[in-house]
């Protein structure tokens, strides 16, 4: 989960390739008329990269990215791994 606000789903550009998670994206500063003077700015505006790397038992063919409020939230699937089991010889 990761706070964007002020980045639209279409500046966003969410991949995966093997265990790397790459997240890039455009923050896209609003119109400053010209002859105003900006004292003050607490958002950072321009283009932002993010790399994560990730667990091998997620479920990478089942990824899901939902942006909602400025919030961008990725969800991958754990895939279940089958516990271990004793298997039982028969005699024949």
Do not use: H
């Amino acid at each position: 989960m990761s706070t964007i606000a002020g980045v639209k789903a279409e500046d966003l550009d969410i991949s995966i390739d093997d265990q790397t998670l790459t997240i890039r994206g455009m923050r896209k500063k609003p119109y400053t008329p010209e002859d105003s003077d900006v004292l003050l700015e607490e958002c950072f505006w321009g283009e932002f990269y993010r790399e994560l790397t990730i667990n091998e038992n997620l479920n990478v063919a089942e990824i899901r990215a939902d942006l909602k409020d400025g919030v961008l939230v990725i969800q991958i699937p754990v895939i279940k791994v089958v516990a271990q089991k004793k298997i039982k010889v028969n005699m024949g």
